[in-house]
């Protein structure tokens, strides 16, 4: 058997302890660690699963197992990671063999998760097919959203101190003076 990983519409983001995926055609994220990444990237279809093995085994720096790459194998086939149906063959580990090997590991090989569609993310400068950010086990959780806090209720302003009324300025009294005498009034005219 010769895998053959399926690349197309899949977007790898290289993290220090794993291979995050966004799968574009079916909207999911897939965490790979470093032995389901490096079987993952080395699946071309040239190489059978002993090469495999091997470059497992290289790249992770530890001993690696035949049955450790088959289940990693079916795992990326089962999250749609493969191109072509990896077959069974015999010797594959149980299940409660392969969570042994995942627990003693430390984690499961492929963690999948389904992913919102993309236009929903798109930023204003981005093209509406680029992938969302992808969260990692390894990254700390966001920051909670502060809690709005209630506005206050109005202070209410003390009325303003009435303005001083100006004094009222008595107005001066005249009185009429009377005429001097071979003077008269001034009245109406009247016409002869």
């Not at 399926?6 to 899949?10: E, P, T």
């Given at each position: 058997m010769k895998p053959l990983a399926?690349?197309?519409?899949?977007f790898a983001?290289?993290?220090?302890?794993?291979?995050?995926?966004?799968?574009?055609?079916?909207?999911?994220?897939?965490?790979?660690n470093k032995t389901a990444a490096a079987v993952w990237e080395n699946s071309d279809g040239s190489k059978?699963?002993?090469?495999?093995?091997?470059?497992?085994?290289?790249?992770?720096?530890?001993?690696?197992?035949?049955?450790?790459?088959?289940?990693?194998?079916?795992?990326?086939?089962?999250?749609?990671l493969m191109e072509a149906g990896v077959v069974r063959e015999a010797g594959l580990p149980?299940?409660?063999?392969?969570?042994g090997k995942m627990v003693?590991?430390?984690?499961?090989?492929?963690?999948?998760?389904v992913a919102a569609a993309p236009k929903a993310h798109a930023s204003p400068g981005s093209p509406a097919?680029?992938?969302p950010p992808v969260p990692t086990p390894h990254?700390?959780?966001?920051?909670?959203?502060?809690?709005?806090?209630?506005?206050?209720?109005?202070?209410?302003?003390?009325?303003?101190?009435?303005?001083?009324?100006?004094?009222i300025a008595p107005k001066p009294v005249t009185t009429p003076t009377p005429p001097k005498p071979g003077l008269t009034a001034p009245g109406p005219k009247t016409k002869p």
């Open positions: 399926r690349k197309s519409g899949i983001e290289n993290l220090p302890e794993e291979v995050v995926l966004y799968d574009k055609t079916h909207d999911k994220v897939h965490s790979l059978t699963v002993d090469e495999l093995t091997r470059v497992v085994e290289a790249k992770c720096g530890a001993t690696a197992d035949r049955d450790l790459v088959l289940q990693a194998l079916e795992e990326l086939e089962e999250a749609g149980s299940r409660r063999e392969a969570v003693m590991a430390g984690s499961a090989l492929v963690a999948t998760i097919g680029d992938p990254d700390p959780p966001p920051p909670a959203p502060p809690k709005p806090t209630p506005p206050a209720p109005p202070t209410p302003t003390p009325p303003a101190p009435p303005k001083p009324t100006p004094p």
